[in-house]
């Protein structure tokens, strides 16, 4: 069982940045992928980013590359990833998800494990 916790969310304006956290708990994390996905009122959970807890190789959504960053704390330490968001549109506004999986990619489909969610909001 794995068990994510979110936290970061908040309002700011356009082009201010955000640095959301996800504190990752439970059995063999570090063999798993990390997502972040977020969804919009009205619209479908869509991918944001991704990252290989082991190795660290990481997936962007078209709209967020070089404006977005996932990382996971390197010392293991701290067992937390974190997007980092730089740039910010009002139409990044949405509710952000981690989420973990063996599988992992790009769809919903891949994650077992949610967050609850932590909302952005990004005023014009």
């Known amino acids: 069982q794995i068990q994510l916790v979110e936290s970061g969310g908040g309002l700011v304006q356009a082009g201010g940045s955000l640095r959301l956290s996800c504190a990752v708990s439970?059995?063999?994390?570090?063999?798993?992928?990390m997502g972040w996905f977020r969804q919009a009122p009205g619209k479908e959970r869509e991918f944001v980013a991704a990252?290989?807890?082991?190795?660290?190789?990481?997936?962007?959504q078209d709209s967020v590359k070089g404006r977005f960053t996932i990382s996971r704390d390197r010392d293991n330490a701290k067992n937390t990833v974190y997007l980092q968001m730089n740039s910010l549109r009002p139409e990044d506004t949405a509710v952000y998800y981690c989420?973990?999986?063996?599988?992992?990619?790009?769809?919903?489909?891949?994650?077992?494990?949610w967050g609850q969610g932590t909302q952005v909001t990004v005023s014009s």
């Open positions: 989420a973990a999986d063996v599988v992992g990619g790009v769809s919903t489909t891949g994650y077992d494990y």
């Open positions: 439970g059995r063999s994390f570090r063999a798993y992928a």
């Open positions: 990252i290989r807890w082991r190795g660290g190789d990481t997936y962007y």
